[in-house]
Structure formats: C-alpha cells, structure tokens
C-alpha cells in the first residue's frame, strides 16, 4: 500500500522559513520521480519541483525558483521542499506526489496528471 507522510508545515511570518518533508513507502522509490505541488483556495493545483536523485535530476518551475529548493535522502525515501522568503500568497495545501511516467527531457515534469500517488497535502500559512 502506497504511503505518504508529509510533515513541517504551519504558521509563519512573511520572509520565514519552512522545510517540508515527504517520506513514501509502499512503491519502489528509485524509479519514481517526486513532486510537490500547492493549491491555494479557489485556485488551480501548481507544480513547484520534482526530483529523481538516482538519475540525477531536478526540475524547479521558474515562478518558485530563488526561494523553492527540493532535495532528497533516498535511504529515507524522503524529499524535502526548503521554502524560504515566503509571501502571504504561498499560503496553499502543499502536497508530494509520486510519478512513474515523468521522463529526463519531459517538456512538463509537473503535469499533474502524470503523478499516480499523492500524499493527503499539508498546511502552509504565511502571515502578514
């Protein structure tokens, strides 16, 4: 059974910090690439990052790059989104995904409908 546990996110003030975290079970990770993605109220599902550390490749939107970084610990099966200088607009469900379509070279690594698992999304609260 697929699994997710995401953890790390919150209340904080604008220009904080926060690292969220996603630890999968239950599929063979190394052939997986991870995304995280946000949804803001009324809004559509963003893509922000994805990473497959064992190929060696990440992939960051331009709007979050600067501020978004992911990063993986694959004895873990964990990824990490360190988001820093965050706006009242981050404010969003922030969810990990996982994808066993998303190639090196795709145009659009963060198209959602190509990530089969998804965690159960995570609260981001940025204040002003």
Excluded at 23 to 33: D, E, L, N, R
Excluded at 43 to 58: F, P, V
Aim: a negative charge; proline letters at 3%.
């Amino acid at each position: 059974e697929v699994h997710f546990v995401e953890s790390g996110g919150g209340l904080v003030q604008a220009g904080g910090s926060l690292r969220l975290s996603c630890t999968a079970s239950g599929f063979a990770w190394k052939y997986y690439v991870i995304g995280w993605f946000r949804q803001a109220p009324g809004k559509e599902r963003e893509g922000i990052s994805c990473i497959n550390e064992y190929l060696g490749n990440s992939y960051t939107s331009d709007s979050m790059k600067g501020r978004f970084t992911i990063s993986s610990d694959n004895a873990r099966s964990t990824v990490y989104l360190q988001m820093n200088s965050l706006r009242p607009e981050d404010t969003a469900v922030y969810y990990c995904a996982a994808s066993s379509s998303v190639t090196p070279g795709d145009i659009r690594p963060l198209q959602s409908d190509l990530y089969e698992y998804w965690g159960q999304g995570i609260q981001v609260t940025v204040s002003s």
